[in-house]
């Protein structure tokens, strides 16, 4: 699947502003035509007004309103559910089932908080994302993931490249030749790992770009690291990272 350009994502976001925007109006009349559908109820009690009365002047007013008002909330439902499906790829599956399951026509509250949520996760996948392009501009060229990462500047150029090729090799070695290493007497893996200060000190890079990588990969339902990106554990609540010297 193609990652989406940024202007792309931008014009969704501002397609979630008006919806919302649109749905704050719907929600500040709802009182209103409650009261409408009460009245249109209350005049059909003692049977239907006879045509060319008052009461069926009344009557047909107030069925038209509320029925435009339902019918117009619905053809907004229908174009918040397109937009979140074009976000599927960025909101991840979980996400996009649940806010599509609750923009729903019959609940103008629960519509406006979803699109509310839709345009947070967003907004947060779009500053991640220019703050790993701003980073990935300064050292273009000297990492696997150049251009779509991020890494902040080592002190010496030097250094820099020689941690990059060291931490290339680690991440391409097979896995059966890691698991050779610990039955030739090398410390199991978990007992290899850093913690993400750790390893943002190792390696230079900023431990905000290590936490929106792992946010994109939750996103995007990975249990760990994309190929060619820092590779690390979950265990619990607390994150462990392979040290770019391999241990």
């Excluded at 435009?68 to 991840?92: H, I, K, M, N, W």
């Excluded at 936490?211 to 760990?224: A, L, S, T």
């Excluded at 820092?230 to 609540?237: A, I, L, M, V």
Aim: charged share 30%; aromatic share 8%; hydrophobic share 35%.
């Amino acid at each position: 699947m193609t990652e989406m350009s940024v202007r792309a994502l931008a014009e969704l976001r501002q397609e979630l502003e008006r919806s919302t925007g649109r749905c704050e109006w719907f929600a500040s009349r709802l009182d209103e035509i409650r009261g409408k559908y009460e009245r249109r109820c209350e005049l059909e009690r003692g049977g239907w007004p006879q045509p060319g009365t008052e009461e069926f002047g009344e009557w047909r007013s107030l069925l038209e309103e509320v029925e435009r008002y339902y019918a117009d909330f619905a053809e907004l439902v229908r174009e918040s559910q397109q937009t979140v499906e074009s976000l599927r790829q960025v909101l991840g599956e979980r996400l996009s089932r649940r806010l599509l399951a609750r923009i729903h026509p019959a609940s103008v509250s629960a519509t406006r908080e979803a699109l509310a949520e839709a345009a947070r996760e967003l907004d947060e996948f779009l500053a991640a994302r220019q703050a790993a392009v701003k980073h990935a501009r300064a050292a273009r060229g000297a990492q696997p993931w150049a251009g779509r990462g991020a890494w902040r500047s080592a002190a010496s150029g030097q250094a820099h490249a020689q941690v990059v090729r060291t931490h290339t090799l680690i991440l391409e070695k097979p896995r059966g030749e890691a698991a050779s290493e610990a039955v030739g007497g090398h410390a199991p893996l978990e007992a290899r790992l850093v913690t993400e200060a750790e390893y943002s000190q190792l390696t230079g890079i900023a431990r905000g770009t290590l936490r929106n990588w792992r946010y994109q990969d939750r996103r995007e339902g990975r249990d760990g690291a994309r190929p060619g990106y820092p590779e690390y554990r979950r265990f619990g609540r607390a994150v462990r990272y392979r040290p770019p010297d391999g241990g």
